[in-house]
């Protein structure tokens, strides 16, 4: 089960849903599936129509620059970080 | 007894005032919306319902809903996008609820519908091979912030029948339910080149007389405009007014000649003239114009107010309401005679919607 860390600007979008899971996926694609399953519309907060990542989303997988089709592993550590801030 | 509600979307998210009929003391509740950046905030006065549009830089476009007038909220973006990854929807703005549906006007230029209360929503038209649509979707022709369709317009008997606004290219009214559409800004005036004179003009706000749905006003870019038959043609009444250029107008609810607007200067600055504080209304369809300023800040006040950042409410003697772009509330409980600032510290303001709710 990888390892999922998400931003604090998520988990008041949709009920339940916790800053850290584990989830049962082969890439950041399925991660991104499987909770699109649980909270219907949580892709949509993350990923653009194709999909594509949000411009202002990183993902980082083992604390490596990641994308959608980068490929997990049990042991796997997913950061979903909302990269940009301002005043 | 009647609550009166304002609907204020601001740069970090939306806030509710509560009053009741006298409209003297308000109660502010907020923010809502976790804090998102919302662009304009309506109630339906159908359902009960009220609904912000709103953009957050990084979780993208959505539109939140509260049945509850702010008790509890829900946002949903389930079919607001074009299914294209050449057309990207950066934002929703121009709210409208009507029989049952809901509008949304997006950028790039589209018009949503959702006729499950904001749950799920389609694409109506994109507008697509109107005068101005070759150009209006290439980011190279785009000036900052892109374009869009900021509003929507709907016939109050018609509900097939409504008017779009594109900026920088016009008004356009569909009588079929978005599947065909016309230019409607014959009469308007551009100080630019234009190469086709059905489009061309930069519409910031447009309005239909509750009392006489073949009335329209809109203030433009270059000037503030009337119709007597319903957009067909449109006649200048900028003359009275201290400048030409503004973004807010309302209407008022029983008299079909009194309109109000907020002139602002035109160029970088966009603030009210000389630091002075001013609504300016007509009570003749813009023959004349009186300067509404009791209660207004009268020196030092370089603020603006945005396309949906005035509205006026339904009573007997209406009442006024303007936000500024720099977190002021004001309102008038006279039609405009006098002014209260209600609140003075919210962040910067897009949008004021209100309701009367029983």
């Known amino acids: ?87 | 007894m009647s609550k009166t509600v304002l609907m204020v979307g601001t740069r970090k998210g939306c806030f509710l005032l509560e009053s009741d009929e006298a409209r003297r003391d308000w109660e502010l509740r907020g923010p809502f919306c976790e804090g998102w950046p919302v662009y304009h905030a309506i109630h339906d006065a159908v359902s009960g319902s009220i609904y912000a549009a709103a953009a957050s830089e990084w979780h993208g476009a959505s539109v939140w809903r509260s049945p509850d007038l702010g008790e509890t909220w829900q946002q949903s973006s389930e079919g607001l996008n074009y299914g294209d990854a050449e057309l990207k929807l950066s934002k929703v703005s121009g709210l409208t609820a009507v029989d049952g549906r809901l509008f949304a006007g997006a950028e790039m230029p589209g018009v949503f519908e959702s006729r499950d209360g904001g749950e799920t929503w389609s694409l109506l038209s994109t507008l697509a091979g109107q005068p101005g649509s070759e150009s209006w979707n290439d980011p190279a022709n785009q000036p900052p912030g892109h374009l869009g369709v900021p509003a929507i317009l709907p016939h109050p008997d018609d509900a097939s029948r409504y008017w779009a606004i594109v900026q920088g290219v016009g008004i356009f009214e569909t009588t079929d339910d978005g599947v065909s559409w016309t230019p409607r800004n014959r009469g308007l005036r551009a100080d630019w080149p234009i190469e086709n004179p059905e489009v061309g003009y930069c519409v910031h706000k447009l309005l239909m007389s509750p009392v006489d749905h073949e009335r329209l006003y809109q203030q433009n870019h270059v000037g503030m405009h009337r119709s007597d038959d319903s957009g067909q043609t449109w006649t200048e009444i900028t003359n009275g007014l201290p400048t030409e250029f503004g973004f807010a107008a309302g209407v008022h609810p029983h008299d079909r000649d009194t309109f109000y607007v907020i002139p602002l200067d035109p160029g970088h600055g966009r603030c009210m003239p000389e630091g002075r504080a001013a609504v300016w209304r007509t009570r003749d369809a813009g023959s004349s114009w009186e300067r509404l300023a009791d209660g207004l800040p009268q020196s030092n006040a370089h603020v603006g107010v945005l396309r949906e950042g005035m509205a006026v409410d339904s009573y007997d003697e209406p009442g006024v309401y303007f936000g500024t772009s720099t977190g002021q509330l004001f309102a008038s409980a006279d039609a405009g005679e006098s002014w209260t600032e209600i609140a003075s510290y919210l962040p910067a303001i897009a949008s004021v919607e209100v309701a009367v709710v029983d």
């Open chain 1, 1 to 87: 089960m990888a390892e999922l860390h998400l931003p604090s600007t998520l988990a008041p979008l949709f009920v339940g849903l916790p800053r850290r899971l584990e989830v049962d996926a082969a890439t950041v694609a399925e991660a991104l599936d499987r909770l699109e399953e649980r909270w219907p519309g949580f892709r949509d907060r993350l990923c653009e129509p194709g999909p594509v990542l949000r411009r202002h989303i990183h993902v980082y997988v083992d604390r490596q620059r990641a994308g959608l089709d980068t490929t997990l592993d049990g042991r796997s550590r997913v950061d979903v970080i909302a990269a940009i801030s301002g005043g």
